[in-house]
């Protein structure tokens, strides 16, 4: 399951109810935040890190389980999982100055990394769910290309021409082991030349080297992003567009679904936050005292505008994507009154029980 949705519509808050309820319900659920603000270990109130960690939540039975990824390790996160039976391949791509500036790059390489140490942990888990929650962005989704599109690319041509380079680079940190130099073909060593001359040698060499690397673990490397890939846009998955009451948060669904559309998949569902349709319980309570002062009632007054103001825009929102997205599911979540983000979980769990079978694939995952 993808969550997918804007800015403060409560989604990884969501995504973390969800795999609570999932859990509850018996399936063995993962949880996997790629918003590089990682603030599931906030919603959660456990400790996360960035391998597969058990959450200690009484209500999930020992069967929620919770990934987090941190943008400033991920990438060698990924390369120790990677080349975790080639050691001495392991220390000559860490201290690659390719490698290293990868590392240091844009949030696309932390969002490809992630979704690849998903695949990695599906791999060795098993897991009947798995919850992701994306960063808050319209184009958030976008990253479930990107396994597809490296799978390709690492089974192209091109890769093979780049690691035979490393085979006769020169200087020892630039040849596989064991390999020993040959003499690359005479159009080889033209272009070799050409590429050493625009890029520099010193770039030339770094980039043949951690190719070369990379060729020793390319089967796993293509198969972990085949799994990615399946993971994200195969028939078992489901995408869930996480909304709030705003105008903002509703335009941001409808372009998700556009995009979604361009990509082969249907929303499964649309889940709006905050889409109270009562009074919270203190305002009853408050109602009904005869001691309230006149501030309080104005206050109380002022509450109760905004709730129906947000019930009223949320009922809007449901009839337009109810004619805009034909057959999406819909599901409406009341707004939990707490100060603490793990009571607030739970109480969307429960609420999400009597859903849950709205929300998964077809299937039931």
Known sequence: MVCAGGGGVGKTTLSAALGVALARRGRSTLIVTIDPARRLAGALGVPISHEVTRVGLPAAGGRLFALMPDPRRSLRTFVEQLFEDEPEAKARVLANGIYRGFADAAAGVHELVAVNLVAHATMRGTFDVVVIDTAPSRHAIDFVTYPGRLAALLGGRAVTWLSSLARHAPGPESRQEGASPTRPPARAGTIEKLVRRVTGPVLARDTAALFGDLARVRARFVAQAERASELLLGKRTAYALIAAPTAAAHDDVLFLA????????????????????????????????????????????????????????????????????????????????????????????????????????????
């Open 258 to 365: 556009k995009r979604l559309e361009g990509l082969g998949h249907t929303p499964r569902s649309i889940v709006m936050n905050r889409a109270d349709t009562r009074p919270a319980p203190f305002v009853e309570v408050l109602r009904g005292s005869r001691h309230v002062p006149p501030s309080l009632v104005d206050a109380l007054r002022t509450l109760e505008d905004e709730r129906a103001s947000r019930s009223a825009a949320a009922d809007r929102f449901a009839a337009d994507f109810a004619k805009r997205l034909e057959g999406v599911a819909q599901v409406r979540l009341s707004q939990i009154e707490s100060t603490a983000p793990e009571a607030i979980v739970m109480a969307l769990s429960d609420e999400l029980d009597a859903h849950i079978e709205t929300l998964l694939p077809p299937s039931g995952g």
